[in-house]
């Protein structure tokens, strides 16, 4: 097939560091150049790829000192596209609602994969478009929104074979945090949690300068004592891995709903239960009692850390590459593409994705 | 005619305050409907019209506390503009470049008025759409992009009568500063004028309470003694009209390139000559020694102030009258309709616009 990407603007494909989009869609482009596909790639102009590249801005707009309206190189992303579009069998776009507009008025079919959440504003527009082929990142997603047409949830991936995987936690053992400090991540229940618990916890998280984040760091960090409470500041790759794959089990006290929380997949693939709030995606990427434990609030979060130890590693990392490869994406996008073309009936030659929430088929291929 | 209005959605038409474009729109599209055309207004709900509504969102943006994406509404505003393009003539666009994209796919002829100023990001978009007919608001606004495709200059306007005019200015004398405090708006260099050729200046002008502006008050401030130099803070209609009436002149340091300077065609109405710095549309709506005087710079400014009685306050008002009244916007915009739809030959019983640039046909009018 011909497949168009249209990948948001604000960081580069693959990202340098943040940038949670563009990595999927830079997961996603090399693994359908993989299998034959031939893509064209709308993104940043410093972009790494191995397909076509259009370069809509010379470099990220997070970088660009000078940028004054955004808007406007989303407007030339989605025009650019659209001008090519019977180039394409399929335009795939990652960038948001400034495609919708243009998009009712393709030839070529174009499906939108939503990377945030539904709001009172762009909901408007949503509904205003609502014959637009959407995926969801995962079913929870849908849900302040049930009335859109949603051809598939395609759940993130990551790139499993990278992360580090330990069979045995660190010894002297220690719960982990990753993320952002700020309230919806829930950094203070974390911290609660081990107090009470008598647990070491380390916290890998980026602290934004500005606004309300900023004004919750200054609560938070009377708490770090440097020894049950260490704060490791922002992390690369390779010490999350180590991080991730040393702890005991990972915290999640997510506080929101997160249509896809990341940090779960890679904590399960380095070898870490998970022990997550039942909010968001969350159900949906834990195997409640297999990979990590669903709770409620803080007391259930403690009695959960004693049970930790119930969890088998390798069915956490079993978990993800199951679940969470890049392959299984890329089927599940194949997939989507011939069901928004309306040839849903071919049979692919790979394995069919299976929404995570029917459990029975997972539980059957164990 | 059947005419589309497509409003900015900030403020309400016309504006309660502030919101200079939403007011030329108010203008615009009544003065329309004198003249026995048809027209559908597309702005905030709570507009005052005699169009037909077609309200976008239910309270200007600028007043929506939950506010999140404010794009969505201009989506909703263009999309919704192009779903019903064949009901009208022609579309008017006052909204910004989120019309851009679509503009090219409409049957319904669309015309921009340009009401802000070209940057690095938006003229790439212009670039892009370099077919789409545009309307400048003064020459000067145009050359940073000469090579697009600019069907007229129409003067903004103000409703002249609604401006009180006095023949002599008020004794003791004064100079009047009226605009924001900002460094573009060259208040200091008022204030420097008014100390050094020992006149009294009352300054009207808000204050914004964040960024630069806010830092630049904070300079500006110690000049204020209360006495030789006035601050009245922001100030309603009827006393700006006392403001400006009374003035021996309306002093205008403007320091960027403004596309059109309300404050002067104002000012000049009440019969205050003024002084500007010959920057941006300035030597447009200023007659040099005849409404006003341009200087290069506060030493040129002071001599100024010193020959300002030569000016015939008179001479002012009819200025404003014959050049920035509604019904020669309106003539403008009429004229601008036709040349969009092709029909430019069409000899229109109005007497028709010309561009102020060409001082020649002015002069000998008067």
């Keep these: 097939m011909h497949i168009a990407q249209l990948a948001p603007l604000w960081e580069r494909v693959p990202p340098v560091k943040y940038g949670g989009t563009e990595l999927v869609v830079s997961l996603l482009t090399e693994e359908l150049i ?138 002297p053992p220690y719960l982990a945090f990753l993320g952002r400090v700020s309230p919806e991540k829930g950094l203070h229940i974390a ?43 922002e992390i690369g790759k390779q010490e999350k891995c180590k991080l991730l794959s040393g702890a005991t089990a990972t915290l999640c006290p997510i ?23 039942s909010n968001g995606s969350a159900p949906e990427l834990i195997k409640h009692g297999e990979t990590g434990l669903l709770v409620e609030d803080a007391d259930e979060m403690i009695e959960a850390v004693r049970q930790i130890k119930s969890i088998d590693r390798n069915r956490c990392r079993k978990h993800v590459e199951e679940n969470f490869s890049v392959a299984r994406m890329a089927d599940g996008y194949e997939q989507a593409y011939q069901k928004a073309l309306g040839k849903e009936d071919i049979i692919l030659a790979k394995p069919q994705f299976q929404p995570l929430a029917k459990s029975a088929t997972i539980a059957a291929a164990d």
């Design 34 to 171: 993989r299998r034959g596909h031939q893509v064209t790639l709308f993104a940043s102009g410093d972009s790494i790829t191995a397909a076509k590249l259009e370069g809509i801005c010379p470099v990220p707009m997070r970088d660009d000192r000078q940028l004054l309206e955004p808007i406007v190189y989303d407007l030339l992303a989605t025009t650019t596209v659209y001008q090519q579009a019977e180039e394409f069998d399929i335009i795939h776009n990652h960038l948001g609602i400034a495609m919708l507009p243009l998009a009712r008025l393709s030839a070529t079919p174009i499906v939108h994969t939503l990377h945030g959440v539904f709001n009172r504003d762009n909901l408007q527009l949503f509904n205003k478009f609502s014959e637009q082929p959407l995926i969801s990142i995962s079913n929870s997603q849908r849900e302040p929104a049930p009335h859109l047409n949603y051809v598939a949830t395609v759940y993130n991936a990551i790139d499993v074979p990278s992360y580090d995987f330990r069979q045995e936690p660190e010894d």
């Design 255 to 277: 506080n929101w709903r997160e249509p896809f929380g990341l940090v779960l997949i890679e904590a399960m693939a380095c070898g870490s239960p998970v022990i997550s709030l």
């Design 191 to 233: 911290i609660d949690v081990a107090r009470r618990s008598g647990w070491r916890l380390l916290i890998a998280a980026k602290v934004e300068r500005t606004g309300r984040d900023w004004e919750y760091w200054q609560v938070i960090k009377p708490s770090i004592d440097g020894k049950q409470i260490q704060f490791l500041g």
